[in-house]
């Protein structure tokens, strides 16, 4: 088993800048074996996929709706996935959660393990 515990959510104005972070729990596996993924849903709508990187960190990959501005990054040594998040606007308000799966996807379905989420809102 592994525990996700997200971190650093909050309100915020468009055009601001915000970081998450998500530490992972002690499993069975290193958490550099696991690739971890950003999600977030907004009220009335469906969890989507925000970004996602690799176990080692050397592949990333994003949203369309948030490329240039989200940044995804990981430190294996304190089991640790952040996304640093830039030049928000409203339509980035929504819970994120972070999450663990063995491989890279952007599909929910494959991530195993996720945290309880944490809420971004941007103000206009």
């Known amino acids: 088993q592994v525990q996700l515990v997200e971190s650093g959510g909050g309100l915020v104005q468009a055009g601001g800048s915000l970081t998450l972070s998500c530490t992972a729990s002690a499993s069975g596996r290193a958490f550099s074996t696991y690739a971890m993924g950003w999600f977030r849903q907004a009220p009335g709508k469906e969890r989507e996929f925000v970004a996602a990187?690799?176990?080692?960190?050397?592949?990333?990959d994003y949203a369309d709706s948030v490329k240039g501005r989200f940044t995804i990054s990981r430190d294996n040594a304190k089991n640790t996935v952040y996304l640093q998040m830039n030049s928000l606007k409203p339509e980035d308000t929504a819970v994120y959660y972070c999450?663990?799966?063995?491989?890279?996807?952007?599909?929910?379905?494959?991530?195993?393990?996720w945290g309880q989420g944490t809420q971004v809102t941007v103000s206009s």
């Open positions: 999450a663990a799966a063995v491989v890279l996807t952007r599909k929910t379905d494959a991530y195993d393990y």
């Open positions: 990187i690799s176990g080692r960190g050397t592949t990333t």
